[in-house]
């Protein structure tokens, strides 16, 4: 065997290897909607509260309600978004959606989420609201960079960002707004035309 495909062959093993403990069909134009959708949902609020007698949120009003709406309905439009996207990118590739590597995937993100928001959630109750921004792009972060050893790599530096972007948030709490438009918005964007130019377009 040649020096040549001695190399081939440990690099298809390598790839091998590589999808077998990656999940790797995550859609860059995900990314991009997901983005998109967070700076809607951010003008209708920012367009609530302005509009609002008080112009500003409390926990038991009716705006803050629909500030609520507005995030989850955020939400749900951006997972529903990946998983349809995602699914249809493993499809072509004849790749698994559901597999071991999916569940840890998962399993890693979700736990500091899920942990992130039931403590935002018990600040919120104690009506402590000045933090709940920057508390929500660490989190996040958090999740990012956690779940960046099962899938591209690339996500870790989304991860890290955020959690740049919680701690300035944390120390202008009155900016809040703005860095979870640049957090939740601007740079999901940016990040999913990177993805989407280094791997969708291939």
Sequence with gaps: MSSENYLKDITEIKNLMNRSSRFISLSGLSGI????????????????????????????????????????????????????????????????????TTKRLLLNFLTPIIAGGIYILIILNQQRYGQTGALMLLFYGLGLVNASKFTLGDIKYLGYTEIVLGLACAIFPGLGFWF????????????????YVKYDRK
């Design 33 to 100: 909607l997901a983005g998109t959708y967070a700076i809607i949902g951010a003008a209708y609020a920012y367009w609530l509260v302005s509009n609002s007698k008080r112009g500003y949120l409390i926990l038991d009003g009716e705006i803050f309600q629909l500030v609520v709406l507005d995030l989850f309905l955020v939400s749900l439009a951006s997972i529903g978004t990946a998983i349809y996207l995602t699914t249809r990118k493993a499809k072509r590739n004849n790749e698994k959606v559901w597999d071991a």
């Design 180 to 195: 979870w438009v640049l957090g939740f918005g601007v740079m999901h964007v940016l990040y999913g035309v990177v993805m």
